[in-house]
């Protein structure tokens, strides 16, 4: 039996980082809720939709009394229905995330955590179930979910140099969103998105980049080393290779935007030196559009 | 220690390492710039890019030569370069220093005395005892050996005397000194005296001499001598040499008394001549107020001469007989001597007595009869002291007996009774014209024009002393002006009127040329040993060896015997001497100094006085090694790309902030003038900063609200407000300041005060705001009330009195009679109405001061009522509903006739004249 000293200790240790990874997110989130987005898509069916005759099998306490009162026949009062969608997340955890160019900027492994998790928050306020796309935390709906994702986007484990998605978890028509910066192989995404396609899945990535990235500021005699460290590129004339870096990092979009398309997925670009609720209010939309 | 030149090494060997340069060279090349290492994600996406060159493994050569050189500079600084490198004089025993100390030696005194310590430095690390001796200033006794340190110290004290030593003087002393085995070192003036061989014979039977000289030739200027009516200026040089030309200014007083160059002009010498001239013609306006010449450039007494009474300009007294023809200009006895001698001589007029007591060097009497016993005396002692008299004859002596029977002391002839007249219409004859001057008269030379007419004059009696009295005649051989020696003085009569009634001689160039002979004449010459004995003269101004001329402070006197053949020395120093009125200049070369250059005796070495200082250059070296690497840091991180990539700014915010700094006085100027330039590009409301953050916010929100009304409803249109600090910005730009006033804000300094005030005289306009009338009432005991008491106690405020019905400020736009802020209190004080205003018949209104009231002071926090924040919405709540927005309205609208007010002047208070105006004009 652990002592409750000890347990609120352990406790208080593992929801140490959850603090501030949830307030980023909530702070994000309530952007996109306070805006012209905001609750006109709300969800539980308790909106009114229509009063319709009633007919015979209505029970007498659907009729509208209030309403049939001002005529001869009786009618119910029918309320909007919305079944709860399930929406799987997958940040990518790999290392190649863990990187920012300048101390003043996130790394892209705490924008895409703190994007998931507001998106999180958005989606299960708006009544959806959201879950993990790795099996690791099936699509749940309530805010106890909520604190869920958070301990799991919060503690990033041990990874790979560069993560590949994972959609064992991704159930049938269900939505779902891929935060990564897409460096590493492509072959992993390409065959998860198909094969989540093949599901009937729908839903959106992101790619994440630092400015750096994109910009290749670099000049002279300079050793490239991946973050993990599996990989390296040395060049006498860094300079020289500016024009080739942005042809292919331009082609990797196109790749990814074409994947996107062929799927039916949506694709976006977000850099960390970016609005965060600017990207935000693209995956509501993105995961919002009906088709 | 190696010698190369003017270069020398103090380690020599050090610069073999100079041969391993190529060597470095080729170690440097080999080694390509460090790579550095960079995380950066997207390496995947580079796998597989090749280089395009692989040229830049290899260091640039421009690279490479800097950092050779850097390593080339470190060596030679270790090396010791120095550049002059000073063999050092040897030696043992005292040593004498002997210094002319004349001065010639002014001019390159600063040379002399930098020689001298490098000397005396030697000496005292030979630790040779040394004496010092100025040969103008000689010690007494023996002669005076200390540590070459001890003299070190007092050089600064030494100073060259205007004057030369006397030679028999100068033996003595030497004679008498005691002392015995010495070196001498004779710093020499470079000219020769006839003491000098004497002298280097002496001290050469001491020791060794060796002699220091400026190899540069002495030029001098002799006293300036008048001669045709110009000025020569004489330069003499002691080497003749090639063409030479000196500078050589006049200096003098300007009229308003502030000494200045009035004169510039090139003397040339002519090639191997020693002696030159230089005619000045100068105005006798700026002539006579030279008071000394002197070579540009050179600073020495010889190259100053003084000048004296020689080129003063005169006084002379006019008196005529007759004053009662008032008006007839040209008639006037003394009108063409006017003429004539106004530009020349100062004229004084006046009564005969007065004029004796001024002393002028002349007196004009123009047909003056009869000179009164009481002033006839006087009048010819001063003629006797050396005055010029000169008389015109005319009709009153015409008609007169004087010098009739005997001759007049005051007339140089006796004279006929009546005159003559020829070539008149009543008389016989042709008139006269002149004879050519006799070569015995003043006037010789002179040429005598041939319209000179002479048809009246008074006649000389025959008499033995004519002849030799006469010095111009007419044709006929008549006299026409005769002249009398008295005493020191003389009488000269012109037989003719001062005007041309009597001939046409006042009419002609030649009465001007004859005036300025006489007066000429007179001039003080130089004075000789009568004229000088038994006076005394007191030195006025001195000169020093370097040509300067300074106060003679209360030096004494000296008898005039002195001055007759002056050997300047320290009891009669070189200057100018004053008796009386009379100034004589005493220059340190006159026409007898003779000036050669001095001759040594093959023996004795003559060096220079050039000194080639000893400069170690090994900082120098080490500073252009640094210097060199430093470039080299920034350009290794240029080349490897650390200077512009990621990061690199703290690199180049160093880098920056370097080049950034000095530019910083200018950027402040320019700030000084984009204020100025925002104040007056268009108008610009200010408000005075307070201090307090809020309340400054406040204000700067008031006038902006107040700015956007005026643009809107009037052609007004101010820019945005700018908030005034009183201490630092120019005020002139603003027509009004609004002064927020607060307890705590601090008192302005009394120079703000003073611009303050000078902003309020030239039109300017402050609105004070003690924000208080909701609490208390205009004047009270209000904390706000004490402080504008306390703030505007140091202004120039005129009396003021609560706006009166009729005040300007009611109807310059709108008509208001209430003038509220944020508090509707009617206390509102400006300038008052001079009590003597009155109300124009048929005008509602008094005719009031016409000026800006220069103070508005309420308490109605006007700014609170008008502020708006950046979206035009008001910032503070006024009154209650309807009537709050209403007294807002109200504020507005005095807000609007303030600022008309202020720009507008008293012009709506000039309108109500129109209707009158109009209906003056009939219409």
Redesign the interface.
């Given at each position: 039996m652990i002592q409750p000293a000890d347990l609120r200790s352990r406790a208080e240790d593992l929801a140490a980082p959850l603090p501030p990874l949830m307030a980023a997110a909530d702070h994000l989130a309530s952007t996109v809720l306070l805006g012209e987005h905001g609750r006109r898509r709300a969800g539980m069916g308790d909106e009114f939709w229509q009063y319709r005759p009633a007919q015979p099998g209505d029970e007498a306490r659907m009729v509208d009394w209030r309403r049939s009162g001002r005529s001869d026949v009786h009618f119910v009062r029918e309320k909007e229905w919305q079944a709860a969608q399930s929406v799987a997340i997958w940040a990518d955890p790999g290392q190649?995330?863990r990187?920012s160019?300048?101390s003043n900027l996130p790394t892209?492994l705490l924008a895409a955590r703190v994007l998931a998790l507001a998106t999180a928050v958005l989606l299960i306020r708006g009544g959806e179930r959201v879950g993990l796309a790795d099996m690791s935390l099936p699509p749940r709906s309530g805010e106890l979910q909520l604190l869920r994702l958070a301990e799991i986007l919060g503690n990033p484990g041990e990874a790979a140099d560069?993560g590949a998605p994972e959609i064992k978890g991704l159930p049938a028509h269900a939505r779902a969103l891929f935060l990564s910066?897409f460096?590493?192989?492509l072959a992993p995404v390409t065959n998860a998105l198909t094969r989540a396609a093949d599901r009937g899945v729908e839903g959106a990535i992101v790619q994440i980049l630092?400015p750096?990235?994109e910009a290749f500021?670099?000049?002279?005699?300079?050793?490239?080393?991946?973050?993990g460290g599996t990989?390296?590129?040395?060049?006498?004339?860094?300079?020289?290779?500016r024009d080739?870096?942005l042809d292919?990092?331009a082609e990797?979009k196109a790749e990814l935007a074409d994947l996107a398309r062929v799927t039916g997925w949506q694709y976006d670009c977000h850099h960390t030196d970016r609005s965060a609720s600017a990207a935000l209010m693209w995956i509501y939309q993105a995961l919002g559009r009906v088709h | 220690m190696l010698t190369l030149g003017t270069l020398g090494f103090t380690a020599p060997w050090l610069l073999l390492g100079l041969a391993a340069l190529p060597i470095l060279w080729f170690l440097l090349r080999a080694v390509p710039p460090a790579p550095i290492r960079r995380m950066f994600p997207a390496v995947t996406l580079l796998l597989g890019l090749e280089d395009e060159q692989t040229e830049t493994d290899k260091t640039p050569w421009w690279l490479l030569l800097l950092r050779t050189l850097a390593i080339a500079a470190v060596i030679i600084g270790f090396a010791g370069p120095v550049l002059n490198p000073q063999t050092e004089r040897t030696g043992a025993g005292p040593l004498l220093v002997m210094i002319d100390g004349t001065w010639a030696d002014a001019r390159d005194w600063g040379q002399r005395i930098e020689r001298l310590d490098m000397l005396l430095a030697e000496a005292s690390r030979n630790g040779r005892p040394v004496a010092v001796v100025t040969l103008t200033d000689r010690p007494v006794g023996a002669l005076p050996f200390q540590s070459a340190d001890a003299w070190r110290a007092r050089l600064p004290s030494l100073t060259p005397q205007p004057w030369v030593p006397v030679g028999e003087e100068v033996l003595a002393w030497w004679d008498s000194a005691e002392a015995d085995g010495f070196d001498t070192f004779w710093m020499s003036d470079g000219l020769d005296y006839d003491w000098r061989d004497a002298l280097l014979a002496r001290a050469e039977a001491q020791g060794d001499v060796t002699v220091f000289e400026s190899a540069r030739p002495a030029y001098v200027l002799r006293p300036s001598e008048f001669s045709d009516g110009e000025i020569l200026v004489r330069g003499s040089r002691a080497v003749a040499g090639d063409v030479t030309t000196l500078s050589i200014a006049a200096q003098g007083l300007d009229p308003n008394g502030i000494p200045r160059v009035l004169a510039r002009a090139d003397l040339r010498f002519a090639p191997s001549a020693t002696y030159a001239e230089l005619p000045l013609s100068l105005p006798p306006e700026l002539r006579n107020r030279i008071t000394r010449f002197e070579i540009e450039g050179i600073r020495s007494a010889g190259a100053v001469t003084l000048t004296d009474d020689a080129l003063r300009r005169r006084e002379v007294a006019l008196i005529a007989g007759r004053d009662d023809r008032e008006g007839l200009e040209l008639l006037s006895p003394t009108h063409y001597l006017e003429q004539a001698l106004e530009p020349t001589a100062d004229l004084i007029t006046g009564a005969l007595s007065d004029i004796l007591l001024a002393n002028p060097d002349a007196i004009v009497l123009a047909d003056v009869a009869t000179i009164s016993d009481g002033e006839a005396e006087p009048l010819a002692e001063w003629v006797d002291k050396g005055g010029l008299l000169v008389r015109f004859a005319g009709p009153r002596l015409a008609s007169s007996d004087v010098s009739r029977d005997e001759e007049d002391p005051l007339m140089p002839v006796r004279l006929r009774a009546g005159g003559r007249t020829v070539g008149g219409a009543m008389s016989w004859g042709e008139p006269k014209t002149l004879r050519p001057f006799a070569d015995t008269s003043p006037f010789f030379g002179l040429p005598v024009p041939d319209e000179v007419r002479v048809t009246a004059q008074v006649m000389a009696q025959p008499d033995p002393t004519l002849a030799d009295r006469t010095i111009a005649s007419l044709a006929d051989g008549t006299p026409l002006v005769t002249r009398k020696r008295v005493g020191q003085g003389q009488i000269v009569l012109f037989h003719v009127t001062a005007n041309a009634e009597w001939s046409s001689l006042p009419l002609s160039g030649l009465f001007v040329q004859m005036l300025e002979r006489l007066a000429v004449s007179t001039r003080p010459a130089t004075p000789t040993a009568d004229d000088l004995a038994g006076t005394t003269w007191v030195p006025d101004q001195t000169l020093t060896a370097f040509g300067d001329v300074i106060d003679a402070g209360a030096l004494p006197g000296v008898a005039g015997e002195a001055l007759v053949e002056p050997v300047p020395g320290p009891d009669l120093r070189p200057g100018l001497y004053r008796d009386e009125d009379r100034l004589l200049a005493f220059n340190v070369v006159n026409d007898e100094t003779e000036l050669a250059p001095s001759v040594w005796p093959a023996s004795v070495p003559v060096e220079g006085l050039s000194v080639a200082r000893e400069t170690l250059l090994k900082g120098a070296f080490l500073t252009a090694a640094l210097a060199f690497l430093f470039i080299d840091l920034v350009a290794s991180l240029w080349l490897s790309g650390r200077l512009f990539g990621p990061r690199a700014g703290v690199t180049a915010s160093l880098l920056l902030a370097l080049a950034i700094l000095p530019h910083q006085g200018l950027a402040q100027e320019s700030q000084a003038d984009l204020f100025a330039l925002e104040a007056t590009t268009e108008v610009v409301l200010a408000h005075v900063v307070t201090g307090d953050r809020s309340l400054d916010a406040a204000a700067a929100a008031g006038l902006r609200g107040l700015s956007e009304i005026l643009t809107r409803r009037t052609s007004i249109e101010p820019a945005d407000p700018i908030a005034v600090n009183l201490e630092t910005d120019e005020l002139a730009f603003f027509p009004i300041l609004y002064w927020p006033v607060t307890p705590d804000q601090p008192q302005p300094s009394a120079e703000a005060y003073a611009r303050l005030n000078t902003y309020l005289r030239t039109g300017g306009m402050i609105v004070f705001d003690t924000r208080d009338a909701d609490v208390s009432r205009f004047g009270g005991s209000g904390p706000n009330g004490r402080k504008l008491q306390q703030l505007a106690r140091p202004l120039d405020i005129p009396p003021l009195e609560p706006i009166p019905e009729d005040h300007v400020l009611t109807r310059t736009f709108y008509l208001l009679q209430d003038f509220p802020g944020r508090h509707a209190s009617r206390d509102v004080w400006v300038e008052a109405a001079p009590p003597d205003a009155e109300r124009a018949e048929g005008m509602p209104f008094r005719n009031l001061n016409d000026n800006v009231t220069p103070v508005v002071i309420g308490g109605n926090d006007w700014a609170a009522a008008w502020a708006t924040d950046a979206n035009g919405r008001q910032m503070f709540p006024v009154g209650r509903g309807f009537t709050g927005e209403r007294q807002r309205e109200i504020a507005y609208r005095f807000g609007v006739n303030l600022i008309m007010h202020v720009l507008t002047g008293n012009y709506k208070s000039d309108q109500v004249h129109v209707p009158a105006l109009l209906d003056r004009l009939g219409q």
């Open positions: 190649s995330m990187f160019s300048n892209k560069y910066d460096l590493g192989d630092d750096q990235e500021p670099f000049e002279g005699r300079t050793i490239f080393d991946s973050v990989l390296s590129h040395e060049t006498r004339k860094a300079r020289d290779l080739r870096y292919r990092l990797r | -």
